[in-house]
């Protein structure tokens, strides 16, 4: 998801015939500003049974981008040359559902280890997305500030170059990885707290 902001500037005047290429002279070093969104856990008990011992944890990522381009209107009306000012963006996890068997009474004992267990994920997930900001940062950067100004004849066409400019930003090779990266992160998180099993032994204690 993304939005955009566009800023007109004023017509720079330069003699000779325009071409696409022309708008390597619009081309400005963008800024970049990456948010967490702010999260809440919702927790249900499905009517159908699931693990005892485990919960399921779904997680809700948020993945949007604010786009603020430049918009050069060449002389002559001669089209305009659509360029990324800004991003600001907002990665994260907005909102996790924890699924509970519903053996497990509402407050008993081990509702709450269950409960408690799966609350791990969720700080499994949300430590992941703290460690990775300077790559996100990096890796939306770099692909902001590898897109060159999208040439358009007509006004009406700028509303499609801003797709175009979201299209390659989000499909850059440095967003695509860091997000496999992230990815990798997690599972790997996430495995190493079931591996540990602590829950066993705390239901096993509840009476």
Same mark, same amino acid.
Not at 79 to 103: P, Q
Not at 106 to 111: H, K
């Given at each position: 998801?993304?939005?955009?902001?566009?800023?007109?500037?004023?017509?720079?005047?330069? *003699?000779?015939?325009?071409? #696409?290429?022309?708008?390597?002279?619009?081309?400005?070093? %963008?800024?970049?500003?990456?948010?967490?969104?702010?999260? $809440?856990?919702?927790? /249900?008990? %499905?009517?159908?049974?699931?693990?005892?011992?485990?919960?399921?944890?779904?997680?809700?990522?948020?993945?949007?981008?604010?786009?603020? $381009?430049?918009?050069?209107?060449?002389?002559? #009306?001669?089209?305009?040359?659509? /360029?990324?000012?800004?991003?600001?963006?907002?990665?994260? =996890?907005?909102?996790?559902?924890?699924?509970?068997?519903? #053996?497990? /009474?509402?407050?008993?004992?081990?509702?709450?280890? !269950?409960?408690?267990?799966?609350?791990?994920?969720?700080?499994? =997930?949300?430590?992941?997305?703290?460690?990775?900001?300077?790559?996100?940062?990096?890796? !939306? =950067?770099?692909?902001?500030?590898?897109?060159? %100004?999208? =040439?358009?004849?007509?006004?009406?066409?700028?509303?499609?170059?801003?797709?175009?400019?979201?299209?390659?930003? @989000?499909?850059? %090779?440095? !967003? !695509?990885?860091?997000? @496999?990266?992230? *990815?990798?992160?997690?599972?790997? #998180?996430?495995?190493?707290?079931?591996?540990?099993?602590?829950?066993?032994?705390?239901?096993?204690?509840?009476?």
């Amino acid at each position: 998801m993304y939005k955009f902001i566009a800023f007109f500037l004023s017509v720079f005047v330069i *003699s000779g015939g325009y071409a #696409r290429d022309k708008c390597v002279i619009y081309k400005t070093k %963008p800024t970049v500003q990456i948010n967490k969104p702010d999260w $809440v856990k919702k927790v /249900g008990q %499905p009517l159908k049974m699931m693990d005892f011992y485990h919960g399921n944890v779904v997680a809700t990522l948020v993945d949007e981008y604010d786009i603020v $381009v430049n918009i050069d209107e060449l002389p002559n #009306r001669d089209g305009y040359c659509i /360029g990324v000012k800004s991003i600001n963006a907002i990665i994260g =996890y907005s909102d996790f559902l924890v699924k509970v068997d519903m #053996r497990h /009474g509402v407050n008993s004992c081990s509702y709450k280890v !269950v409960l408690e267990h799966e609350g791990e994920h969720i700080n499994a =997930y949300l430590s992941v997305i703290d460690d990775f900001q300077d790559d996100l940062k990096n890796s !939306v =950067y770099s692909a902001a500030n590898s897109i060159m %100004p999208v =040439y358009v004849k007509n006004d009406t066409d700028i509303s499609a170059a801003i797709d175009e400019i979201n299209y390659k930003l @989000q499909n850059h %090779p440095d !967003v !695509v990885l860091v997000k @496999q990266k992230i *990815s990798a992160a997690e599972e790997l #998180r996430n495995a190493k707290i079931d591996e540990e099993n602590k829950q066993y032994k705390e239901l096993a204690n509840c009476k």
